[in-house]
């Protein structure tokens, strides 16, 4: 493989050799001819499909066409979802201000195998007129499906095939951008229909009432009683289950995420702060390299000519220059849970890379509480086609046990925003929306199965078709066994719970009886003395309900605390919060001492962990050997931070009496936790000061308010003892943020002196700007001149966290005591987009003309930097001074913008676009939100994460807030990206063109 891939660049670069100089007579028009399309019956001879694979086509136009999503009913039915009208919106958005798209272009097509050859002969229109539709599920004789802005069910009921009832269910979904839309409807064994609600947000309506708000979030409903709720995730296009629950999804540049945390358990507990509750876990990093076979399309032909005629970068060695590239349209990955294939592949994770023509293969390996996937076959992927038309989309574990491919079938899939202007005025991006093709993936020697038309099915064969090897025979089964309420289930279902060799049979036996309200105690116990993990771990996750009435399961389920499997344990701890009985707060306790050293199994622990979250840290206070590791502190610290935002105030004051009895040797732990508890009383808009004041239903003793003040004047004392060492005075500084506020100032204004190390001073301001007195400010600039850069840029993100302290900063401007040239570029835009009229009117008064606003011309300018000779170590300290504070390249800087190894695939045009005006084409994911909260803070950047509790921004230098929701007063976003624009008055033609070398030289990092 590798030879042949040499062998390509060779002749690729040959080609483009002697071509070069009659190309450039030729007009551009001519420069991108057509790529023919592939017909249906030549298709199969495109693929190379490894380990003896084959590809058989089972559906392809006019019988269908754009599928990009289905689902089979009860009776083997194929309806799928035909996303007609992409990639334009029929209606202006700031992608696409023109609108005019093909307007409710959507369809959903019945394919029916009538003759039972396996090749879907019969094709009817189900439903039309609806637009971009993303996703199709069958339900009671029906389909739900999403085309945003809506979620619809459509039903048959005259026996034509073709839908009568037309429901709007659910609106609310946003359109703005083609490629976050919601899609991947899918079932869970819980019965509710879960779906991937992508990076566009919604407010959500149910039949015009209002529901609820998602934003970057996934979503689940229960189609009875229609309750929709948020689950964790948001990424954007894919989303599956393992036949453990394990939810998968991707996006573009990330082609393996796990959602790792439920939603249901973190909402319990408001004030528990989650950075992710996704993990990326491909092992070669989320944009890997691929290896396509397909040549590169013309536009990407004339885009590596553009590159190669830089005399610098053709004396490039490797297939960087050409079209063989990174992960960068990854789709739906989808595990295989079919019984057909060879048990290698049981549980392996396909991906799509549309862009790549490719489908790439993952083998997935435990790890915790989550998974480390890893490339299944070496230097090739598992099907490459050389046809560029080749889409594959999405994918479906079908009735007989394979599994299907969604090829889109596209000359081209981009969003037009992706693709030079000048390149796109020669292309048809809706070429192809008249073709499309469904496979089934069929390995060597297999021998095609009939499958059961479980719609016709009695109630014993469907509990019987629970132990099937096929996903798509237990998941209907269970789903018509549910449907129907059949209580005549309930007696096979307890003898399959107890008897079945199959572990997955015995699994949907106790999803089954609690669908049916029937799962009593007994079978509860059942599955907790299960031999297998898994099905242990989802007897946990059922058995609350039974916990409140039997003492048997809770002392079971307290025997699982020293189960040997890790994610039994973590859904223990999950479960045990639901659990009202002391013993289970004991257990949780239990837990905390003693597993809690993975960060993951700690968020578990503490989502259960609210009201009784003082008692439960005084109890862990008297370990001395927890309360002094470093496990230890970090437990005890979130704990004093929930009980401080908290309303159990006689908890708080037991919990502040334990801290400060501790002795001597237990200094750091107590300012740890004191200052925790500072940063919990703040969210509910008090202090030290107010809760030990009391009131007439809280009286907090003397001696404790003396004893505190003692703590206080004792790290106020360490702060400023040059003989502590550093770490231990930061420890002090920080705590002195919830001191009174002429403590603070006087010792923490004493810090900001150069006389003081750098990090020493940093750790004063940030302590400093969390006091809400007005003085603040003048603490932060009195000693402005002698600050270094870096305290400097610590000073003015303190200054900018309210608008008080902002305009006061301006006013020092505009007094020319500070100069416009001392402020970063990322926060000149945050000021000349401020939502505060005064703060915005003084700062573009200020160094509003410094950009420019005609950002075409800007870029039209800079064109000429992609003739200059260029040096990528040049270009590596352009990229050190002015993008590492959000960018990384190897070791160099953070990552807070996308993966730069993506740039991979872009044009030097492409990327000077994406430096000098990247408003133009700003993704939803790196577009800057601001956050008002409570406390009256000012808090900006991308949202890198939301769980249902808190959200993460992200900002420059790789710095993050995690914001409760509880303290949120207000969130807003002006769509502005965090790339800041005027980075024309940084960086010059020849930095420029050096800056591009070094970014087009980055490889992707791995996942460690």
Aim: glycine share 8%.
């Amino acid at each position: 493989m590798l030879l042949r891939l040499s062998l390509f660049a060779m002749l690729s670069c040959c080609c483009t050799t002697l071509c070069a100089d009659d190309d450039k007579q030729k007009s551009l028009a001519e420069q991108l001819p057509r790529i023919a399309a592939t017909e249906p019956a030549d298709a199969p001879g495109t693929f190379t499909v490894q380990k003896g694979f084959k590809l058989e086509l089972v559906a392809h136009e006019p019988a269908v066409s754009d599928p990009v999503s289905a689902d089979f009913d009860e009776n083997g039915r194929m309806f799928v979802a035909e996303m007609h009208g992409y990639p334009f919106s029929q209606e202006p958005t700031k992608l696409f201000p023109s609108g005019g798209g093909k307007k409710d272009a959507g369809i959903i097509r019945l394919l029916e195998d009538t003759d039972g050859d396996g090749i879907y002969d019969r094709s009817v229109v189900y439903a039309d007129k609806i637009s971009w539709c993303t996703s199709v599920l069958c339900y009671r004789g029906g389909v739900f499906v999403i085309a945003p802005p809506h979620i619809y069910y459509f039903k048959d009921i005259n026996g034509d095939d073709v839908a009568d009832i037309r429901e709007i269910v659910y609106s609310g979904f946003r359109r703005d951008n083609v490629q976050g839309l919601p899609n991947n409807l899918k079932w869970g064994l819980d019965n509710k229909i879960y779906g991937a609600g992508a990076s566009l947000g919604a407010d959500i309506t149910n039949r015009g009432a209002k529901m609820i708000t998602l934003g970057r979030q996934d979503f689940r409903f229960d189609p009875i009683g229609e309750k929709m709720e948020p689950q964790s995730g948001g990424a954007q296009f894919g989303m599956s289950f393992d036949d453990w629950g394990n939810r998968f999804l991707a996006t573009n540049s990330n082609h393996m995420i796990h959602a790792v945390f439920p939603y249901e358990y973190l909402v319990r507990n408001p004030y528990l702060p989650v950075p992710s509750v996704t993990r990326s876990i491909a092992k070669e990093g989320g944009a890997a390299p691929v290896f396509r076979r397909s040549p590169a399309e013309p536009w990407r032909v004339v885009r590596t000519r553009r590159r190669n005629e830089d005399p610098n970068f053709r004396k490039r060695a490797g297939t960087e220059r050409f079209a063989i590239g990174y992960f960068t349209s990854a789709t739906s990955p989808t595990i295989y849970r079919g019984g057909v294939y060879p048990d290698e592949f049981r549980g392996n994770a396909f991906v799509g890379d549309v862009g790549g023509n490719l489908v790439h293969r993952k083998t997935m390996h435990p790890d915790d509480a989550s998974f480390v996937a890893a490339r299944a076959d070496q230097d090739v992927e598992f099907i490459a086609s050389t046809d560029n038309w080749f889409r594959p989309v999405n994918f479906v574990n079908a009735p007989d046990g394979t599994l299907y491919i969604l090829d889109m079938y596209r000359e081209t899939i981009e969003h037009p925003y992706s693709i030079p202007e000048d390149i796109k005025k020669h292309l048809d991006l809706e070429s192809g929306d008249n073709r499309g093709r469904i496979y089934r993936l069929v390995s060597p020697g297999m021998q095609r199965i009939q499958p059961p038309k479980l719609g016709e099915a009695k109630t014993e064969e469907l509990v019987a078709n629970l132990e099937s090897p096929h996903v798509w025979n237990r998941q209907t089964a269970q789903r018509l066994i549910w449907e129907r309420q059949d209580k005549s289930a309930i007696k096979p279902l307890r003898e399959l719970l107890r008897n079945s060799k199959s572990e997955l049979g015995r699994l949907h036996a106790l999803y089954t009886l609690e669908s049916l309200n029937a799962l009593s105690g007994d079978d509860v116990l059942v599955g907790l003395n299960d031999d297998h993990p898994g099905v242990r771990r989802h007897a946990v996750g059922l058995s609350a309900a039974a916990a409140a009435k039997s003492a048997k399961v809770r002392k079971k389920l307290l025997s699982l605390l020293d189960d040997d499997n890790y994610r039994v344990r973590f859904q223990l701890a999950f479960t045990l919060g639901d659990i009202k009985h002391k013993s289970a707060a004991e257990a949780l306790a239990g837990m905390a001492a003693k597993l809690s050293d993975n960060p993951e199994m700690q968020i578990a622990v503490l989502s259960s962990m609210t009201k009784n979250a003082p008692a439960i840290a005084v109890r862990l206070l008297s370990d001395e050997d927890f309360r002094g590791s470093d496990r230890g502190g970090a437990l005890l610290s979130q704990l004093a931070g929930i009980a401080g935002s908290g309303k159990d105030r006689s908890g708080t004051t037991k919990l502040l009496e334990a801290i400060s009895k501790l002795d001597a040797n237990s200094q750091s732990a107590q300012w740890l936790m004191l200052r925790s508890l500072g940063e919990g009383l703040a969210r509910n808009k008090s202090s030290f000061e107010k809760f030990l004041k009391g009131d007439k239903k809280h009286k907090v003793p003397e001696e404790l308010r003396d004893r505190i003040a003692e703590l206080f004047a004792g790290a106020q004392q360490a702060a400023l003892d040059g003989e502590r060492s550093e770490s231990q005075r930061k420890s002090a500084v920080k705590l002195l943020a919830y001191a009174k506020f002429d403590m603070a100032a006087a010792s923490l204004g004493e810090l900001i002196t150069p006389q003081t190390s750098t990090a020493l001073q940093i750790a004063a301001v940030e302590a400093i700007s969390e006091q809400s007195d007005a003085k603040v400010a003048d603490v932060l600039l009195e000693g402005w001149r002698g600050y270094l850069p870096a305290v400097r840029s610590a000073v003015v993100e303190a200054m900018i966290r309210s608008d008080a302290r902002t305009k006061r900063l301006l006013a020092a401007m505009s007094a020319e005591e500070i100069t416009s040239a001392e402020l970063a570029r990322d926060k000149k835009q945050l000021l000349l987009n401020h939502r505060n009229d005064d703060i915005r009117g003084t700062a573009r008064k200020l160094f509003g003309d410094e950009v420019a606003s005609d950002r075409k011309k800007i870029v039209a300018a800079y064109t000429a930097a992609l003739k200059l000779e260029a040096d990528a170590q040049r270009g590596r300290k352009v990229f050190e001074k002015t993008c590492a504070v959000c960018h990384k390249a190897g070791d160099l800087g953070v990552q807070v913008g996308p993966d730069l190894a993506s740039t991979q695939n872009k044009t030097p045009q492409d990327l000077l676009v994406n430096i000098l005006d990247p408003n133009r084409e700003a993704l939803p994911q790196y577009t800057t939100y601001s956050v008002f909260t409570t406390a009256g803070k000012t808090l900006v950047g991308i949202i890198a994460g939301e769980s249902a509790n808190s959200i993460t921004l992200r900002r420059a230098e790789g710095k993050q807030d995690v914001v409760l929701r509880a303290e949120i007063d207000e969130i807003s976003s002006g769509g502005v990206s965090l790339m800041p624009e005027g980075l024309e008055k940084d960086i010059s033609l020849q930095a420029m063109a050096d800056l591009l070398e070094f970014v087009r030289s980055i490889k992707p990092q791995k996942s460690k």
